[in-house]
């Protein structure tokens, strides 16, 4: 499953998912864009814990979506 983002700021992060770290990736934005996070493989019709984690800096996070 790929996973997008639309954020600004300028940080390092990734997304964790059933305990399985992603990319770590980069943004240096004042506007908003969307990055692609990574593509996760994942059981359907069942729940999955999603972690975002912060490495460095700050950002705002507009949205995640498949």
Partial sequence: ????????????FRFVMDGNPGPVITINS????????????????????VRLEFLTGSMNIDYWTN
Avoid: C, I, K
């Fill in 1 to 12: 499953m790929p996973l997008n983002t639309r954020m600004a700021g300028q940080a390092t």
């Fill in 30 to 49: 004042p506007g908003y864009q969307t990055l692609d996070a990574g593509t996760f493989t994942l059981d359907a019709n069942s729940y999955h814990p």
